[in-house]
Structures are given as structure tokens and as C-alpha cells.
């Protein structure tokens, strides 16, 4: 019987070596089929096999905060790190390049001319994704991907444990809500903070902008290490595209469980191979609320807490 069981736990081992072989290294199902003599259909399910056991045992690595005082000490690390108050993530979407999916059509060909399953993500200051959403079809538009997944519809519904809005420092009689940053691909809102848009911005805009910036290079940073751990984002996924979502979201989480045992390299934050970024401009405007709220972090960043380097920053 122990020897049946050791059988069965070293047989499990290295299926689990092999997939994530393939997930680290970048090699095609062709390599791996000449490496370890098994057929492509195999290795398939293996790796289907295998990803569904690592999302079933590591999916609670990715998770938005519990509680709202779980969510304080998230805007924390972003005060510490980005010097940006009351933000409680960096959101960004990236395109993952696919080999044409067979019976597809257009869904997945994007307005970059490339086929594509999107990833929409939201990260803290620690380089950890908090929230994934993976597999929308690269055709759709960026603002609708986005008013599509559980974390917008929550964040409408307000059941993301959002703290209630507070003074930002003693000085300030203004209460600010707590908000997650992203770029012109997703619509202002009371709880969204993005750029100001245009040419011709005043100095304390671009200021703003370079505040925001700060927070929301930590998303991008994110994937660059994502991308440079998981070498399979290197190249288009030639798999079918429910397998596709497995692997993302499966190296999403393994991301995470490295992060916390390994820690992670500079080096890895400062390019991100094979992700397109969204860029199309989403023209929700906010209201009233919304871009008072945007005016009111400009004028603190502007004057109640300037960094002694932002204006050189925006020449």
C-alpha cells in the first residue's frame, strides 16, 4: 500500500514538474512532446489536469481585502510606497496573444490586429494580485470588459469593503474616499481615479497625473514580473482558449505563491514581454462627485503634500 501511495505522490510530482516546465520555460507542446516522449493530446490534459489542481489549492492567494480595516492596511503600503493616500489597488488590462482559435471568428481578434483573451487584474503595493478576471474576448471594448467583471459590479453595489471616506491628514477638513487607480481605459468615478485627459494640462494637473502614475506603475510592474517568471506569456498561447484561461489564471496565483516564498527581482519589474496594454480611452466622464474628488487629491498633492522632486518630474 506505502509503496502504491509513493507511486502515486512521485507520479503526481512530475506531472506537476512537467506543466510547470512549460509554464516557466516558454517551450511549445511540441518541445514538451519530444522532451518527455508523451503525445500533444496527453501533455493537454495534463496541463488542464494539473492547473485545475494548483486554482483549486492556491485560488485564495488572489483576494480582495476581507474587511475594511483589511483594505486600510492595503492603502497603506500604497501611501508608504507610492505616496498616494487612501488607494486601495492599481488596475490594469493587458491583451494575451493567442494563436488563431479555431471556429473563432472575430471574437477574439482585438483593434491591435492580433487575437487575444483579456486579463484584467487589480494589484497592492506588495506586487500581489488582489483580483483577476480572465478569458473576455480580445474584440471587446475596454470600458465594457471592465463594467463586465464581479469587482465592477461590487464596486457599484459597494460590497467591496471599501472603508468610509476620511481626512487624509489632520490638516485637511476634507473627507476623501478610499479609491483604486487606473488609466484613460477605465471611466472616472467616486471610487476610480484616472488621468486627466489632454494636451495642454496645467501644472497641477500634470502633478496629479504624476501622482496617480506613481500608484499605477505597481499593476504594471506586477505583470512585468508575471511575464518574465511565466516565460509562456513570451510567446502566443497555441492552445485552445478555455486551456488559455486556465494557464492565465493558474500562473496568476502561482505569481502570488512565489511572490511570498521568493520574493522577486528588480530586474523583472521594469518590462513586460509578450502583454499588449489597453489603451483605448473610455469616455465615461464621472460625475460630480467623481471629479471633485479628483480635484480634491490634485490641490493635496499640490499643496498640502507636495513631493519635493514632482515638478521636476513634469518638465
Avoid at 78 to 83: D, G, L, P, R, V
Avoid at 119 to 137: P, Q, S, T
Avoid at 172 to 187: K, R
Avoid at 241 to 268: M, P, Q, W
Wanted: proline share 3%; with cysteine; net charge positive.
Amino acid at each position: 500500500m506505502n509503496d502504491q501511495h509513493n507511486q502515486t505522490s512521485c507520479n503526481q510530482n512530475n506531472l506537476t514538474h512537467r506543466s510547470t516546465k512549460y509554464f516557466a520555460s516558454g517551450c511549445t507542446m511540441r518541445e514538451l512532446h519530444y522532451n518527455y516522449r508523451l503525445g500533444q493530446t496527453t501533455l493537454s490534459t495534463i496541463i488542464r489536469e494539473v492547473c485545475a489542481v494548483i486554482w483549486d489549492k492556491l485560488q485564495t492567494c488572489v483576494s480582495l481585502p476581507a474587511s475594511a480595516s483589511d483594505s486600510i492596511k492595503t492603502a497603506d503600503g500604497f501611501e508608504k510606497h507610492a505616496n498616494f493616500p487612501h488607494c486601495l489597488g492599481s488596475i490594469d488590462g493587458k491583451h494575451i496573444r493567442l494563436i488563431q482559435p479555431a471556429d473563432s471568428g472575430s471574437l477574439y481578434y482585438n483593434y491591435k490586429h492580433f487575437f487575444s483573451i483579456v486579463l484584467l487584474a487589480v494589484c497592492d503595493a506588495n506586487y500581489n494580485f488582489m483580483y483577476i478576471d480572465v478569458g473576455a474576448y480580445g474584440k471587446s471594448s475596454d470600458s465594457a470588459i471592465f463594467q463586465e467583471t464581479d469587482f465592477y459590479k461590487k464596486l457599484m453595489s459597494n460590497t467591496l469593503n471599501i472603508p468610509e471616506p476620511l481626512q487624509i491628514s489632520e490638516n485637511s477638513t476634507t473627507l476623501f474616499p478610499y479609491v483604486f487607480v487606473g488609466d484613460e481605459a477605465f471611466g472616472l468615478s467616486t471610487n476610480v481615479m484616472r488621468p486627466f485627459g489632454g494636451n495642454n494640462l496645467s501644472v497641477d494637473k500634470k502633478i496629479f497625473n504624476y501622482r496617480l502614475s506613481r500608484a499605477r506603475r505597481y499593476i504594471e510592474c506586477t505583470f512585468g514580473i508575471l511575464t518574465n517568471k511565466w516565460r509562456i506569456f513570451h510567446r502566443s498561447l497555441n492552445v485552445h482558449t478555455e486551456l488559455a484561461k486556465s494557464i492565465v489564471r493558474t500562473c496568476c496565483v502561482l505569481h502570488n505563491f512565489v511572490r511570498a516564498r521568493d520574493g522577486y527581482s528588480y530586474d523583472d519589474t521594469l518590462t513586460v514581454t509578450g502583454f499588449e496594454t489597453i489603451t483605448q480611452r473610455s469616455f465615461t466622464r464621472g460625475g460630480r462627485a467623481a471629479t471633485t474628488t479628483r480635484d480634491n487629491f490634485m490641490n493635496y498633492f499640490v499643496n498640502e503634500n507636495p513631493l519635493s522632486w514632482q515638478n521636476n518630474c513634469i518638465n
